[in-house]
């Protein structure tokens, strides 16, 4: 994991500096997953005001291992996407369950956090099955992880959560209890800018 620091509020000058260098070298290292897009352009967006809770959220995917980067433009907002690129599900996002209900269900063995919680602490979005999907198209992501996906609301009522992984060269989507958790699944989120 990167030595950046957590913290809730505002990045310090030098926190801010240095996950934006970051963000910065792994743009320009994977230039695949945004074609067409400019550097400055992205850091334009990431500048104050408007950045601040944006960065604090880039900041957290950094910390716990997320390695996030650009994918997308939204040509029409304006906005950038970014989604956790690194190449397993991040390590400081893992042995965890789905969401909330899950994680006061269980009786004992009560993992730390679940996957929701942790995601709307960060202030992103967990990655639906589609998005999962898409960054697939830019890389192989997960192939000895996995990712808990956003689940429908149906599957949800019934008890189950839904994950991801790519195997043999092809992305799978599984089922599992919400409650259940293992050291090789977490979850990938995104930021829009």
């Keep these: 994991m990167n030595k950046i620091k ?3 509020k505002e990045l310090s000058p030098e926190q801010r500096k240095e996950l934006l260098r970051a963000l910065e ?34 900041n957290e995917m950094e910390r716990t ?17 970014f989604y956790d690129c690194s190449a397993v599900s991040p390590k400081g996002r893992r042995n965890i369950c789905y969401d909330r ?15 929701i919680n942790m995601a709307d602490a960060m202030g ?10 898409e960054l697939q198209k830019l890389g192989n992501f997960d ?16 008890g189950g959560a839904l994950f991801c992984d790519r195997r043999y060269d092809k992305v799978f989507v599984y089922h599992n209890g919400a409650e259940s958790y293992y050291g090789a699944r977490g979850f990938r989120g995104s930021v829009r800018v």
């Excluded at 074609?35 to 992205?42: D, S």
């Design 101 to 115: 209900e899950s994680l006061e269900s269980r009786k004992e063995h009560k993992p730390e956090n679940s996957a």
């Design 25 to 58: 070298v792994r743009f320009e290292k994977n230039m695949n997953r945004h074609k067409g897009l400019e550097w400055a352009k992205v850091q334009a967006k990431l500048d104050p005001p408007a950045g601040g809770e944006k960065m604090r959220s880039l």
């Design 65 to 81: 291992g997320g390695e996030p980067d650009v994918v997308g433009h939204d040509k029409k907002t304006g906005v950038y996407i």
């Design 6 to 8: 957590s913290d809730k």
């Design 143 to 158: 192939t000895k992880t996995s990712s808990w996906v956003k689940t429908p609301p149906d599957i949800r009522k019934l």
């Design 124 to 133: 992103i979005e967990i990655l639906t099955e589609e998005q999962y999907r």
